[in-house]
Structure formats: structure tokens, C-alpha cells
């Protein structure tokens, strides 16, 4: 999934519950975890409540 992601964001922002939508193979708490760790890596950012994207968008 950590993978995946980024791919995911490849379209622009997304919200937490778009990102959920669209992975829909994983659990909601995965994906919210996996959000985190991807953030503190540097490799996406969240940029808002809830909100993220790639670096430079």
C-alpha cells in the first residue's frame, strides 16, 4: 500500500476519505497509518485537516 499511495496522490490533493475510497482493498486504519508514516518519511505531505498530497504540488 505504502507503494500505492503516492500514485494515488499522483491526481492532486486528496482527502483521507478520497484516498480510503479509492483502496478499498485495505482497512480504513491501515491506510490512516500508513498515511502517517509516508508523511514523517517526506514522502507526501499533509497539507491540510485530513488533506494530502506530493511534495511540490
Do not use: K, N, W
Amino acid at each position: 500500500m505504502a507503494d500505492r499511495i503516492p500514485g494515488v496522490l499522483a491526481a492532486g490533493r486528496l482527502s483521507t476519505t478520497q484516498i480510503v475510497e479509492i483502496l478499498p482493498a485495505y482497512r480504513r486504519s491501515s491506510v490512516l497509518s500508513t498515511l502517517s508514516l509516508l508523511a514523517r518519511e517526506g514522502r507526501i505531505l499533509r497539507v491540510g485537516h485530513g488533506v494530502y498530497a506530493l511534495p511540490g504540488e
